[in-house]
């Protein structure tokens, strides 16, 4: 199950970074995450300095 990403997101781009597999990309409104790309590895939730990513 891919991570999803909250409207709490600030839009800072750690988590997009820290992704081994570029499941992470800039939306309209905040970064999303491709569920089917995503590995569901959590290196994107650890990363995020306000918590805005957490499991589907």
């Not at 905040?30 to 499991?55: L, M, R």
């Amino acid at each position: 199950m891919a991570r999803v990403i909250s409207d709490s997101c600030i839009s800072c781009g750690s988590c997009a970074a820290q992704c081994p597999v570029s499941a992470i990309s800039q939306g309209d409104a905040h970064y999303e995450i491709d569920p089917n790309t995503c590995i569901d590895c959590g290196s994107c939730e650890a990363q995020c300095p306000v918590g805005a990513i957490s499991e589907a």
